[in-house]
């Protein structure tokens, strides 16, 4: 079981939007640690899609946002897109654990 | 352009060491400014972290690994491995290496394409 709780799947129509939520804890982000969301479709590498809670590297879409309260992290999507659909993954820092969390992961279906 | 690529055997027996190194191109993996890390996921399931290294040689591993996982810096090389000992079919999994920035954030900004490593006699 991980130690970052998120939803194993959500769906949504193109051009909606979605949030994915990610739970954690005050011995990670919701403590003194950032969290960070990833995308990853099928046969790829996970990348990065937003760090630091809210930031996005560049070259990622403003459709994806960040948000983060207390133990409660969300990744939101608007103007969902057919390749918007891939699993997502929140990962943090846990003191408790003295190490990198992820998230179980979310597979975001498009309909 | 910075890249990270894994490489190393696909088939490895149960009790034996796994094996891998990941060759940086594009930057030297000596500039300080990141940790050199090991992530894993097995087939339809979530990432596990696994552990890093500092250009000092300093590493932290995951507390489930720890007893068994090594990861070494080779500079001359430009690369870095993960060695994990006495494995099961538990160990079966796609291994990436990634680069987590050491002056920022705990996030992974760069990753390599993965390796699939299949634990089996």
């Known amino acids: 079981q991980s130690v970052l709780t998120q939803p194993p799947s959500l769906s949504g129509a193109p051009g909606q939007t979605v949030t994915i939520s990610c739970t954690g804890s005050?011995?990670?982000?919701?403590?003194?640690?950032?969290v960070h969301w990833y995308q990853q479709h099928p046969g790829t590498a996970p990348k990065l899609l937003i760090y630091d809670d809210t930031k996005r590297p560049s070259g990622v879409p403003d459709r994806f946002s960040g948000s983060k309260s207390g133990t409660s992290a969300s990744l939101a999507i608007t103007g969902l897109r057919p390749e918007d659909e891939a699993d997502y993954y929140c990962?943090?820092?846990?003191?408790?654990?003295?190490?990198?969390?992820f998230g179980g992961g979310t597979k975001l279906t498009v309909l | 352009q910075v890249r990270l690529q894994e490489a190393g055997p696909g088939l490895v027996k149960p009790s034996q060491t796994l094996s891998l190194t990941c060759t940086v191109s594009g930057a030297p993996i000596t500039s300080g400014d990141y940790y050199w890390s090991w992530i894993r996921q097995p087939a339809g399931k979530g990432l596990e972290w696994i552990g890093r290294?500092?250009?000092?040689?300093?590493?932290h591993y995951s507390r489930s690994l720890k007893s068994r996982v090594t990861i070494s810096l080779h500079p001359s090389k430009n690369q870095f491995s993960l060695n994990l000992t006495s494995v099961t079919a538990a160990d079966t999994a796609v291994y990436y290496c990634?680069?987590?920035?050491?002056?920022?954030?705990?996030?992974?900004?760069?990753w390599g394409r993965g390796t699939l490593v299949t634990v089996s006699s």
């Open positions: 005050s011995t990670n982000f919701g403590g003194p640690y950032e």
């Open positions: 290294i500092y250009l000092s040689g300093t590493t």
């Open positions: 990634a680069r987590r920035s050491a002056v920022s954030g705990r996030y992974f900004d760069l």
């Open positions: 990962q943090s820092y846990d003191s408790s654990l003295s190490g990198v969390v």
